[in-house]
């Protein structure tokens, strides 16, 4: 049975998963899909054609699902889908998608977005991402699974950002950012790898190294950082590596962020 404060108002339509919890003042839309063991908190407001995984937890004052903030949306018809076991917290937003980005949002699992942080229309966040107090992620961003963006960030309309990458706090990222990553300073500069990260997950000594090579001939390699992400995908034999050169070689729509730049 889901449990439903008196003042909380449900629009007919929605759909509320087994055991769900809805706190007290908040305003589920008529389009909304909450799925098992979903807790929201008070205060809350989930609108639009809203689709949250099980085991979510949404805190105080988020604003899920409301209309893009994007000039050219005309109210066409899009989505917000949510995984599961994320973690939202007070006053996040998150909005759906528009025509010219594909209609839709997408939020992985296991995630956490903390206190004021916004996801932006068409974005696609994979799992297990943590986007830190007051960050940003705008318009049409890709984010991989693993990614960190420190608190007051703000990443770019069309940026991606490589799995395992690590953004630091107060930094503007306005280009592509390779796996594993590491991003720091005012206007974001690619500064080494999220070394932390990969021991945290355990990734293999040997491929830790094999990553910190590939680093240096990025960074000092000749040619471009398009040919030397080439030249090291000639000869590696690390998954990790290869993960690099695909995501520098695949079509974007913005420049890389690379060493010392």
């Given at each position: 049975?889901?449990?439903?404060?008196?003042?909380?108002?449900?629009?007919?339509?929605?759909?509320?998963?087994?055991?769900?919890?809805v706190g007290p003042f908040?305003?589920?839309?008529?389009?909304?899909?909450?799925?098992?063991?979903?807790?929201?908190?008070?205060?809350?407001?989930?609108?639009?054609?809203?689709?949250?995984?099980?085991?979510?937890?949404?805190?105080?004052?988020?604003?899920?699902?409301?209309?893009?903030?994007?000039?050219?949306?005309?109210?066409?018809?899009?989505?917000?889908?949510?995984?599961?076991?994320?973690?939202?917290?007070?006053?996040?937003?998150?909005?759906?998608?528009?025509?010219?980005?594909?209609?839709?949002?997408?939020?992985?699992d296991d995630g956490l977005?903390?206190?004021?942080?916004?996801?932006?229309?068409?974005?696609?966040?994979?799992?297990?991402?943590?986007?830190?107090?007051?960050?940003?992620?705008?318009?049409?961003?890709?984010?991989?699974?693993?990614?960190?963006?420190?608190?007051?960030?703000?990443?770019?309309?069309?940026?991606?950002?490589?799995?395992?990458?690590?953004?630091?706090?107060?930094?503007?990222?306005?280009?592509?950012?390779?796996?594993?990553?590491?991003?720091?300073?005012?206007?974001?500069?690619?500064?080494?790898?999220?070394?932390?990260?990969?021991?945290?997950r355990g990734i293999p000594?040997?491929?830790?190294?094999?990553?910190?090579?590939?680093?240096?001939?990025?960074?000092?390699?000749?040619?471009?950082?398009?040919?030397?992400?080439?030249?090291?995908?000639?000869?590696?034999?690390?998954?990790?590596?290869?993960?690099?050169?695909?995501?520098?070689?695949?079509?974007?729509?913005?420049?890389?962020?690379?060493?010392?730049?």
């Amino acid at each position: 049975m889901a449990q439903i404060h008196p003042s909380a108002v449900i629009e007919p339509g929605a759909t509320l998963g087994e055991s769900v919890s809805v706190g007290p003042f908040c305003v589920i839309g008529e389009n909304v899909v909450l799925g098992d063991r979903v807790e929201v908190k008070s205060h809350v407001v989930i609108t639009g054609d809203t689709e949250i995984g099980a085991d979510t937890v949404i805190f105080p004052f988020a604003v899920i699902g409301e209309i893009p903030q994007d000039l050219k949306f005309k109210g066409e018809h899009s989505r917000l889908l949510i995984g599961a076991r994320n973690r939202i917290r007070e006053h996040v937003t998150m909005n759906p998608g528009t025509a010219g980005g594909g209609g839709v949002t997408r939020i992985g699992d296991d995630g956490l977005f903390m206190a004021g942080s916004h996801i932006a229309h068409d974005a696609q966040v994979g799992d297990r991402v943590i986007v830190v107090n007051s960050a940003a992620i705008a318009g049409h961003c890709v984010l991989g699974d693993d990614v960190i963006v420190g608190g007051l960030s703000g990443v770019h309309q069309w940026v991606r950002i490589g799995r395992g990458a690590i953004i630091g706090a107060v930094t503007m990222v306005t280009n592509d950012v390779i796996p594993y990553g590491l991003v720091q300073a005012e206007r974001g500069r690619l500064h080494g790898l999220n070394l932390v990260g990969l021991k945290r997950r355990g990734i293999p000594r040997e491929d830790i190294a094999a990553l910190r090579a590939a680093f240096r001939v990025l960074e000092q390699g000749d040619g471009t950082f398009h040919d030397r992400a080439r030249a090291l995908g000639q000869r590696t034999d690390s998954a990790y590596v290869q993960e690099i050169v695909d995501f520098v070689t695949t079509d974007s729509d913005r420049h890389f962020l690379t060493p010392g730049r």
